[in-house]
């Protein structure tokens, strides 16, 4: 399986980029491809010009300063997002690629005032992250807002059978080390066995 690894953490020596590592080794083990998607690295622009929002509903025209993000994103059969969750969701750089990305064509078409779904090669969609916050703050105050996103969101413009999986770690600030080892364990065990 081909599967696009979209990395947001701007610190190399984060326990996120620990995570994006054990990732990437989990599912190097499993056989799969790995398009790892370094969005600090490459130097990913979050902001979106103006032309493209102007030409926002115009397929082809929309896409056409990022298309190689679109094309890395219409080669993959799996997508798992990997970022540290500040203020409730994702770095600034990871909601700009989905803005600049998730575009009328490439994640959906309108036909007859419905979105149907353009991203029929995507079916699995992951999310790794972590949680300053502990557990039950973050789900039954603050509601997961970023969760809720890629389950509901993001998952109604890929295949209909689309799995989606979740794999937070919270109180990361107050986490020892043998929590942040065991956690790192857990994340490579789960991506050997990504199908």
């Not at 995570?19 to 902001?47: K, M, N, Q, T, W």
């Not at 080669?75 to 600049?100: H, M, N, S």
């Not at 789960?190 to 199908?195: G, M, N, P, Q, V």
Request: glycine fraction near 8%; charged fraction near 20%; aromatic fraction near 12%.
């Amino acid at each position: 399986m081909k599967v696009l690894v979209v990395y947001a953490h701007p610190n190399p020596e984060s326990f996120v980029s620990a995570l994006h590592r054990a990732v990437l080794a989990g599912l190097s083990r499993a056989g799969h491809v790995a398009d790892d998607l370094d969005l600090y690295a490459e130097g990913f622009d979050p902001v979106m010009p103006l032309q493209q929002r102007q030409s926002f509903y115009k397929p082809g025209d929309n896409g056409s300063s990022v298309q190689a993000y679109v094309d890395r994103l219409r080669a993959a059969e799996g997508v798992v997002f990997v970022y540290p969750t500040w203020w409730q969701g994702g770095p600034a750089i990871l909601k700009g690629f989905l803005d600049r990305t998730l575009l009328p064509g490439v994640a959906f078409a309108m036909q007859q005032g419905k979105m149907v779904p353009r991203l029929l090669n995507v079916r699995r969609i992951d999310a790794v992250t972590t949680y300053g916050s502990p557990w039950w703050l973050s789900n039954l105050y603050l509601a997961q807002a970023d969760r809720s996103f890629l389950a509901r969101g993001m998952r109604r413009f890929c295949h209909p059978k689309a799995k989606v999986g979740w794999h937070g770690f919270w109180s990361v600030n107050a986490s020892t080390p043998e929590d942040r080892q065991a956690h790192l364990q857990r994340i490579e065990s789960a991506f050997s066995a990504y199908r």
